[in-house]
């Protein structure tokens, strides 16, 4: 059965329905929440709880994004409010001393070859929470600063300031991959 049909189903209140596209999506979604929430429990209570929201407001789903794309996105606004609810708080930078550095892109986050994916994620869960929720939603999400901004209630330049200092950071991190001893 197609998503389009499922959703017009949910949108009837269809159980099997809701539950035919909980199935499809739920791994997927988790893993994006653990992205986010190291415990596994707040994870899945993060994934449920966006699912609820999914269905509840199914109304709003306006078919521009496929449903998975509407739904990691509702997965991703749970998460961080689970993080600001556990007082983890994003520091305004002050806009009189912010220097911007060049609009990043891709460009700067080059990394060794031997370089794995379990290694630059452990590496961004070692940042600050300031730089680490940016950095995340930059590089593995892919969005933009002005949605982070939009997303974690900042300035896009704060957005552009905190990926900078987190990219710094990350490579620091990562530099014992290069040469071996980190120094």
């Not at 739920?26 to 609820?52: H, P, W």
């Not at 998975?68 to 606004?77: C, D, E, M, Q, Y």
């Not at 933009?144 to 209630?153: C, G, R, S, T």
């Amino acid at each position: 059965m197609s998503n389009s049909l499922l959703v017009e189903q949910c949108r009837a209140n269809n159980a099997k329905a809701q539950m035919a596209l909980y199935k499809q999506y739920c791994d997927g979604m988790f893993i994006v929440a653990s992205r986010y929430l190291k415990n596994t429990a707040e994870a899945e209570d993060a994934m449920q709880e966006s699912f609820i929201k999914a269905f509840k407001k199914i109304e709003q789903f306006s078919g521009d994004v496929t449903f998975g794309a509407w739904l990691k996105r509702i997965v991703i606004n749970t998460c961080l409010d689970a993080i600001k609810k556990k007082k983890a708080h994003f520091e305004e930078i002050n806009d009189d001393v912010l220097r911007l550095e060049d609009d990043e892109g891709d460009a700067g986050w080059e990394v060794e070859d031997g370089t794995t994916m379990d290694e630059i994620t452990s590496a961004i869960e070692k940042l600050s929470p300031n730089y680490k929720a940016v950095v995340k939603l930059f590089l593995l999400e892919g969005y933009d600063h002005q949605e982070i901004a939009q997303v974690l209630d900042i300035t896009e330049s704060a957005s552009r300031t905190n990926l900078h200092r987190g990219k710094i950071q990350l490579k620091e991190q990562l530099k014992h991959l290069q040469y071996g001893t980190g120094y």
